[in-house]
């Protein structure tokens, strides 16, 4: 039996002969461009001065239509996304213009000057309050139960898969009335499109006079709280933002999404909590799909960025009460002691 692997290479490239005379591309050329945590890759082919994506996308494991239709929608209101070329939903394949080779993450690794890493992240809470004016309608809810459906992965993969322990009767109860309480705040924000992952890996360095950044892996976005993004930017799971510079951005967003009229809180100190609460649910969520991904489907670098999440939620967990239990969890989970308050 031929090697299911093989065989998709061989229909990947019988698909670009195809596009071959009209984009004038060489499927012998395919380079590849990068992975995610799906089972959704990416091809690199050039031709002269230009070059494209290829999204093999296995239409059995992968949305393909929603693809489409949210680039589509982000396009709509100008946000920078590859315009989509040509496709193939039965086969999964898709031709996508390219929005450059580095992303922000990998820009990242090297020292950056400082007035330009400000500037490339203004431009991108711009882009980011852009986005959320697209049209939402008719998008997956991401409502209460789509959120504590999301933090049962927190328990099953992080605590018993990556920690090897169990939660006492005691911390489940405790948790489970948390979560609740969590969610029920975490909806009840203005509703927008939101991406998701509107983080480092997806977004794209600047190509062009325009010094904006790209947009990318947009496809499971869902019609919810307009906290989401913001957390999700300030506090990267795969960079440590400290704590000035998470607040700064922040306030910068929340001036921009009033002046664009969103639907955000009027007082920003209403609008700072209710974002950290946002990213608790985020985070403790992350926590389980980065076990999952190391244990489930070796990926295990995935696991390199789990002291960052956690970090992120303790700086959350001091500042409010309602995360005692949490608190309590995480520090019986790291085998740490505390003192009055103090975790040592």
Not at 193 to 217: C, E, K, Q, W, Y
Not at 252 to 270: M, S, V
């Amino acid at each position: 039996m031929q090697d299911p692997a093989v065989l998709r290479q061989q229909q990947l490239k019988h698909w670009l002969a195809t596009l071959a005379p009209t984009y004038q591309i060489d499927p012998q050329q395919l380079q590849p461009a990068s992975s995610d945590a799906s089972f959704r890759r990416y091809f690199r082919v050039s031709h002269v001065d230009t070059s494209y994506i290829i999204m093999d996308a296995p239409p059995s494991q992968e949305n393909n239509a929603a693809f489409i239709d949210i680039q589509a929608r982000l396009a709509n209101v100008g946000v920078r996304v590859p315009d989509i070329l040509t496709y193939d939903l039965d086969l999964g394949f898709m031709l996508l213009s390219d929005l450059g080779t580095q992303n922000f993450y990998q820009t990242l690794q090297s020292p950056m000057d400082s007035s330009a890493l400000q500037a490339l992240y203004r431009l991108t809470i711009k882009e980011l309050v852009r986005m959320q004016h697209a049209d939402p309608t008719g998008l997956p809810v991401y409502d209460a139960n789509r959120m504590l459906e999301e933090l049962q992965l927190f328990e099953q993969w992080y605590i018993k898969g990556y920690c090897k322990t169990e939660l006492s009767d005691t911390e489940k109860q405790s948790l489970d009335t948390l979560f609740k309480r969590l969610v029920q705040d975490n909806v009840q924000h203005g509703q927008v499109l939101v991406h998701r992952d509107f983080h480092s890996p997806n977004l794209m360095m600047p190509t062009d006079a325009s010094l904006r950044p790209g947009v990318i892996d947009f496809q499971d976005a869902v019609i919810g709280p307009i906290t989401y993004d913001i957390a999700s930017l300030v506090m990267d799971a795969r960079y440590s933002w400290d704590e000035e510079q998470q607040l700064d951005w922040a306030i910068r967003y929340w001036q921009a999404a009033h002046h664009a009229g969103l639907a955000i809180a009027e007082d920003f100190a209403e609008f700072h909590r209710a974002y950290e609460w946002m990213s608790v649910q985020r985070n403790l969520r992350i926590l389980g799909v980065f076990s999952r991904l190391s244990l489930r489907d070796q990926k295990h670098h995935y696991l390199d960025h789990i002291p960052r999440v956690c970090q992120y939620l303790r700086q959350v967990f001091i500042r409010y009460d309602e995360f005692n239990a949490l608190r309590r969890l995480f520090d019986r989970l790291e085998n740490k002691q505390t003192v009055l308050g103090m975790t040592i």
